[in-house]
């Protein structure tokens, strides 16, 4: 699959694509794929381009909910997911509070991103997995 720098690129060549509506499904289903995949690793900047503009609109419900999980718990500004506002729902909202009640209990801050998410996303309807 390249290394980080080429896994990038591809992500972000794949956002620019999505946006301008060329993409077959092959190279929707490899795309899909490759941000699954950069969903599993510890790359902040990988993570991130997975959950741009093409992830935003081609990853089902449950990976794109933790992938912005996996943006919180990697303190990524949550500016990094375009799709925010579109694509959180009910199920992120509780996520986020298990998260906020557990930094809480631990004696540990909570990000006002967090606080945000928690927000925006009570004020969603459930988005069909």
């Not at 795309?31 to 381009?49: K, W």
């Amino acid at each position: 699959m390249g290394d980080s720098d080429e896994r990038l690129a591809v992500l972000r060549g794949l956002e620019t694509a999505a946006l301008d509506g060329n993409l077959g499904p092959v190279t929707t289903a490899a795309g899909v794929t490759l941000a699954e995949d950069a969903l599993r690793c510890n790359d902040p900047r990988l993570v991130g381009a997975a959950l741009g503009g093409f992830g935003t609109r081609f990853l089902a419900q449950p990976t794109w909910r933790h992938g912005v999980m996996k943006l919180i718990f990697m303190e990524v500004p949550l500016r990094a997911v375009p799709g925010l506002r579109i694509r959180a729902d009910a199920e992120l909202s509780r996520m986020a509070t298990d998260y906020i009640n557990e930094r809480t209990a631990a004696g540990r801050p909570v990000s006002a991103d967090v606080r945000m998410l928690q927000q925006l996303a009570a004020t969603m309807t459930e988005v069909p997995e």
